[in-house]
């Protein structure tokens, strides 16, 4: 048989193996002993003794995974008596389950069934219908001593710092009014995860009545529950393949969202997006919020605040943005649509069948009359089929899907309520709110396809495969901010990845009427901006541009960095839906094996490529990030990296969010201008990619025409760009310490070399930016396609070393060139300044000898790289190398700082500060301080010397000029003289006799300038 058919049907059976191993029946095996009963599947025993009855999981290794203590393990409860399961009488193997006969301790029968759902998937399901009056079913389990727990959804109640790690904690399933998402979904570090399928109430007690004890107890005659095996990565991927995908939101929908309540009418809308385009803001999704129907969800719109609805919706989708509409389940009863409701017994019914009324709650708060309010049983098919009419009549006058809220709110939990499906109000509590999206998903699907965002407050098992969700009603203040957090990382290991979150709070103004702070505002809008969904919205009116010139532009920047990492979360939300792997990435999830990371609740990763460590407290001083295991890139300075793992301290400024690169990243980006750094105007229409080679890095994006994979490889001196099914024209933007020699594409084409970034707008090419450090490469839509960056091969081995101080008189580099090498130069230079330092040696044995003297004064960062030309006259370039050079002494420090803390704006004040120089780098040349206070308040900046108010002397080794040692420095600043109030910010810098500024400037200090009426 040739070699490509043997070749072919090796696939071919390697592919029929593959389908038969997800589709066919797992296999296992039933040992029926006299004291226990072993259920052995590919991966996992379980362990069941007959009396008193009791099981544990291991893995194949034999290494416990979940166990139950002797007693009490499993029973249920008659009037608030226990019963314990006492004994298996018999067990029964089927085709792909276990049913075991077992008999409580009153000796009533009772039956447990075991499905094996796959090698590491085991569901159980413990019946007692049968047995009269169950008021509860429960489990207990043992809790490791090193046991840690996450999960139960979002939920945000609670205090900021109490339910990550939720070992010591109880939970109560059963859903608040406001407060977000419940799942009976938990992962242990242990290595397993349950899910609870019922919709009952239940209780989680994580090791909090008992440290040693986990227990569940469920109202309810029938539990059904399931245990994966597996890290949490693998958890993650059977929960999703077994109870329901997360949606796939159209790209439109990772666009940041801008929305305002309780609308007054039609023109706010349109004046919302006006000033997007004014402000050079992105435009993405608005939300028509209520009120805006003459009744509550009667469907009609209210003609004074939307004369013509269908007129509105075209010119904001003109404008560039999508529109959602809110919605709840819930109905006015005097409305038309009310009244057909009640006469056809669609709404919620009390056993005598009549209607259930949610009390005097109306969404309509202009109505003269109280009406009450009446849910919909969407339990009843034609229920269901009637709302969806009127949904579909919503999308077709141009929705582009619907906000979700109310479900979890005077929802009736009592027995005396009936639904359509024969349950009663007190076992469907959870679950409507899962009926409730899918309603409102089906409609949508029926007319959008995948064109459409369902975004909802409330949520429970299952409705991750129909909507977006967002944190509940949240208070303008930093324990908020902490809580949505807390809630995110809990989300993402809850099956719900598509989140977000209203920045800056819900009510904008607390219940005191206080606004949020503008520092509390910038940093939670930064924390949006690293977020699937970024959500600017609430109660009040405070919009970003209500703020001052400072807050605006941040926002501004945050919003198009959102904008533009769209390609990057729309592949995240990709592969969420495949793999169950969240886009809010807590540490726990992708270092598990760091013990480091249990309990850090502060900081994420978004996607694999960011490192987000959020400000949330406004009275630190700095905060710690933890770095985990490899090298991480300062997103503000690039030029620092740090290899983790380590423990870092960072205090930024206000405009600046914590944030680290992994090396290796790629990042897709739609860069369409030149507002935060990463492009310019001809950036747009090009799909720019970052990339930051170290080693071999693989990455797939993924959008609605498929998937495209990216490969980036770094051998010896060469970087390998491979693109697979690219459909895009691309800037490629990569880290680089060095230009190359050139840039290839599929391995004989040489791209054009640019020498300015501006020559790339009309040319494909490439130009490396210094400043930057930075290799940009511009190249058309190539479906396949290779790019070699060369960095040249004629020089290795190189020899020197990396610190040195200042007043050393030189040193050697070395380095072996290649035998074609005619002529080689050391090229230095020295923090960036364009005078460069060159020598031509040559050695006719191939050993390159330079000497590097940085000189007395110098103190900074030297680079330096060989050039030389090879026989054929090419210019062959190493790649950058760096020489820190430092000075012996650590320069002026800036202490005991006197000023007032509030001045008028035409009075003139004094700043006292004592420096002190050891270093001796600041001198005096002119006979006063060489120090100089810089002042700033709205668009103005000032400047003044300082006054020596100390003696001046000299030391032993100055030559020049006498040194300050410790001396008290006063500055007069004048007075505004100008109608102004707010913050002046001021700052001194030192300066040596050469006019270079020393390497300290102080911190900056404000002073509040009251306006002097």
């Known amino acids: 048989m040739p070699y490509r058919t043997r070749i072919f049907y090796l696939c071919v059976f390697y592919i029929i193996g593959l389908i038969s191993q997800l589709y066919s029946t797992p296999r296992f095996t039933l040992e029926d002993y006299s004291d226990r009963i072993l259920i052995k599947t590919e991966k996992l025993i379980i362990d069941f003794y007959k009396q008193p009855i009791r099981f544990s999981i291991k893995n194949r290794l034999k290494r416990t995974i979940l166990t139950q203590p002797e007693k009490l393990s499993t029973g249920i409860e008659i009037n608030g008596d226990t019963l314990s399961i006492a004994r298996i009488i018999s067990a029964d193997k089927r085709e792909n389950s276990a049913v075991l006969r077992c008999q409580l301790e009153n000796d009533q029968p009772i039956h447990l069934t075991l499905s094996i759902l796959a090698a590491d998937v085991i569901g159980f399901e413990l019946d007692a219908h049968q047995i009269q009056q169950t008021d509860a079913i429960f489990l207990r389990f043992v809790a490791g001593e090193s046991e840690h727990y996450y999960g139960f959804g979002e939920r945000l109640e609670g205090y900021a710092n109490e339910d990550y790690d939720q070992r010591g904690t109880g939970v109560e399933m059963w859903r608040k009014g406001t407060q977000g998402v419940y799942v009976p979904f938990f992962m242990s570090t242990a290595n397993y995860g349950m899910f609870i399928e019922n919709g009952e109430k239940g209780v989680f007690d994580l090791a909090k009545s008992d440290s040693q004890i986990l227990s569940i107890r469920y109202l309810t005659n029938h539990l059904k529950w399931t245990v994966f095996y597996g890290d949490f990565k693998q958890i993650l991927n059977a929960y999703i393949r077994r109870y329901g995908r997360s949606i796939l939101p159209p790209r439109w929908a990772f666009e940041p969202w801008k929305w305002r309540n309780e609308v007054k009418g039609g023109w706010e809308l349109i004046e919302d997006a006006d000033q997007h385009y004014k402000l050079n803001l992105p435009g993405g999704v608005m939300i028509l919020d209520r009120p805006h129907f003459t009744a509550a969800m009667d469907f009609r719109f209210n003609p004074i605040q939307f004369p013509d609805i269908e007129k509105l919706l ?400 770094q051998t010896g001196t060469t970087t390998r760009l491979s693109f697979k099914k690219n459909d895009q024209p691309l800037i490629i933007r990569i ?199 810089y002042w700033r308040y709205g668009d103005q900046q000032r400047q003044s010397y300082g006054e020596k108010r100390a003696s001046v002397f000299s030391e032993k080794n100055q030559t020049r000029y006498p040194r300050f040692r410790a001396n008290r420095f006063s500055f007069m600043i004048p007075a505004i003289g100008e109608a102004y109030e707010g913050h002046l910010f001021f700052k001194i810098e030192a300066w040596d006799y050469d006019d270079i500024p020393a390497k300290s400037i102080s911190d900056e200090k404000s002073i509040y300038v009251k306006l002097r009426k």
């Open 314 to 713: 075209d010119e904001l989708h003109q404008k560039g943005f999508r529109i959602l509409l809110w919605a709840a389940p819930l109905v006015e009863g005097n409305s038309p649509i009310g009244r057909e409701g009640i006469s056809k017994g669609y709404f919620l019914k009390f056993k005598n069948g009549a209607p259930f009324s949610g009390n005097d709650f109306r969404v309509n708060k202009n109505a003269k009359s109280q009406w009450d309010i009446y849910y919909v049983d969407f339990t009843n098919p034609d229920a269901v089929r009637w709302w969806q009419r009127n949904l579909i009549r919503m999308l077709n006058l141009g929705f582009d899907g619907f906000k979700l809220d109310r479900s979890d709110e005077m929802l009736p939990q009592t027995p005396e309520v009936i639904y359509h499906n024969g349950k009663s109000a007190d076992k469907m509590y959870n679950d409507y709110g899962t009926l409730y999206i899918k309603t409102f998903y089906d409609a949508c699907k029926q007319v959008k396809d995948r064109d459409f965002i369902i975004y909802s407050r409330p949520g429970f098992s299952g409705s991750q495969q129909y909507a977006a969700f967002f944190s509940g009603d949240t208070d303008p203040t930093w324990e908020h901010f902490r809580k949505n957090l807390i809630t995110a990382l809990r989300a993402s290991l809850s099956g719900f990845p598509i989140w977000g979150h209203e920045a800056g709070g819900y009510r904008c103004k607390d219940r005191f009427g206080m606004l949020p702070t503008r520092e509390c505002f910038i940093r939670w809008t930064q924390f949006g901006a690293f977020s699937p969904i970024m959500d600017r919205g609430g109660l009040y009116y405070e919009e970003p541009w209500d703020w001052d010139v400072e807050t605006l532009d941040i926002y501004r920047t945050y919003a198009w960095m959102h904008s533009e990492l769209v390609p990057y979360i729309q592949s995240c939300a990709f592969e969420a839906n495949a793999t169950g792997m969240p886009i809010i990435r807590p540490l726990i999830l992708l270092y598990p094996d760091d013990p480091r990371v249990i309990s850090i609740n502060d900081e994420y990763l978004f996607g694999d490529a960011f490192l987000v460590a959020p400000i949330y407290d406004s009275t630190a001083a700095g905060r710690s990030v933890y770095l985990p295991a490899g090298r991480w890139i300062n997103y503000w300075n690039q030029k620092e990296i740090i290899t983790g793992p380590c423990q870092i301290v960072v205090n930024p400024p206000l405009n600046q969010l914590p944030l680290f690169i992994k090396s290796g990243a790629i990042i897709p980006r739609n860069v369409r201008n030149a507002a935060t750094g990463h492009g310019t105007h001809f950036s747009a229409g090009h799909l720019t990619l970052d990339v930051y080679p170290d080693g071999i890095s693989d990455y797939i994006r993924h959008d609605d025409t498929g998937a495209h994979p990216v490969r980036c490889e």
């Open 735 to 933: 880290k680089s310490q060095s230009a190359p020699n050139q840039v290839t594409i599929d391995t004989d084409a040489r791209l054009n070399q640019f020498r300015k970034l501006s020559q790339l707008a009309h040319s494909e090419g490439w130009v490396y930016v210094n400043d930057d450090h930075r290799i940009w490469i511009k190249v058309r839509a190539i479906e396949n396609f290779v790019l070699d960056i060369d960095y040249g091969t004629a020089f290795s081995d190189w020899s020197f070393p990396q610190l040195i101080s200042n007043c050393r008189d030189g040193i050697s580099i070395s380095a072996i060139s290649a035998p074609t090498l005619k002529h080689a130069q050391l090229v230095s230079s020295a923090n960036q300044s364009p005078e460069q330092r060159s020598g031509a040696i040559s050695d006719a044995n191939g050993v390159l000898e330079f000497m590097l003297q940085p000189g007395a004064k110098f103190q900074g960062e030297i680079q330096f790289y060989i050039e030389g030309k090879n026989h054929r006259n090419q210019l062959i370039r190493t790649g950058i190398k760096s020489l820190i050079v430092d000075a012996d002494t650590t320069g002026p420090v800036f202490s005991n700082w006197s000023f007032p803390d509030t001045v008028a704006n035409d009075e003139d004040f004094k700043i006292e500060v004592e420096i002190t120089d050891p270093s001796g780098v600041c001198h005096s040349k002119w006979g006063h301080a060489p120090f100089q206070i």
